[in-house]
């Protein structure tokens, strides 16, 4: 995509709108370990743009978290209404996701309902120490979209893991910019980040859409859906 591009809150398909509905349709599941979606040029490059310049500070930077993210809730940040008000980039980026075209993409390819389910967009930012221990997201999660958006020589090798639940790394989603791997949390979806050099800061967008149980209402993109019980 040319870096003039523009988001659509229609979520199209052209390079001046969101391409991911059409990416994921040409794109088979890969089954081992279980079934992802490996997926290039994920979001268009204002919404690359945005989520590089976003500076949280240096708290949001998480080093060793004892192999959890939860040890560190309070620095955690996300694209809310907040955020989605101070940039528009990221305001037409939650859109995309959250539209009716994205949604249906993501049913049909993954075989999953999301009408009630709400959107949750995590800024991570990742440096040297930093690792998890292997979970699968089952629970309220009803999808998993993890985005590289690290760049440097050794970003390559920063992709999430997918794992054994003993932690042994059985394939690692390439790390390499705008990149993405899919899910859809089950019991098996082992994964994780096995502990290696990070030299500088490993950055990632989690897209999760999470079901009408999910507390933390703050951290939703539009809060819960109409019609849940929030």
């Known amino acids: 995509m040319s870096h003039g591009a523009s988001l659509s809150h229609s979520a199209g398909s052209s390079d001046a709108g969101f391409a991911l509905p059409a990416l994921l349709a040409r794109t088979p599941a890969v089954r ?4 992802h979606w490996l997926l290039n040029d994920a979001l268009p490059a204002s919404a690359c743009a945005a989520l590089e310049e976003w500076d949280p500070g240096a708290q949001a930077i998480a080093g060793d978290v004892e192999g959890r993210r939860e040890t560190r809730n309070a620095h955690r940040v996300f694209v809310n209404a907040e955020t989605r008000a101070r940039d528009p980039r990221l305001d037409s980026l ?3 996701f959250d539209s009716e075209a994205m949604r249906r993409s993501f049913e049909q390819s993954c075989g999953i309902a999301l009408d009630t389910a709400a959107l949750r967009l995590e800024l991570c930012l990742d440096t040297d120490g930093f690792w998890l221990a292997p979970h699968t997201d089952i629970g309220a999660k009803k999808l998993t979209l993890l985005v ?5 020589a050794d970003a390559a090798d920063w992709g999430t893991d997918l794992m054994t639940p003993q932690g042994e790394s059985v394939a690692r989603a390439p790390g390499t910019f705008n990149s993405a791997v899919l899910f859809i949390p089950a019991d098996d979806t082992w994964h994780g980040f096995v502990r290696r050099p ?6 990632t967008l989690i897209v999760n859409f999470v079901d009408d149980t999910w ?6 993109a539009f809060g819960p859906r109409a019609g849940t019980r929030h």
């Open 32 to 35: 081992t370990p279980y079934a």
């Open 94 to 96: 939650a859109h995309a």
């Open 148 to 152: 590289s958006l690290s760049r440097g």
């Open 198 to 203: 990070i030299n500088g800061v490993r950055r």
């Open 215 to 220: 507390r933390a209402v703050h951290e939703l």
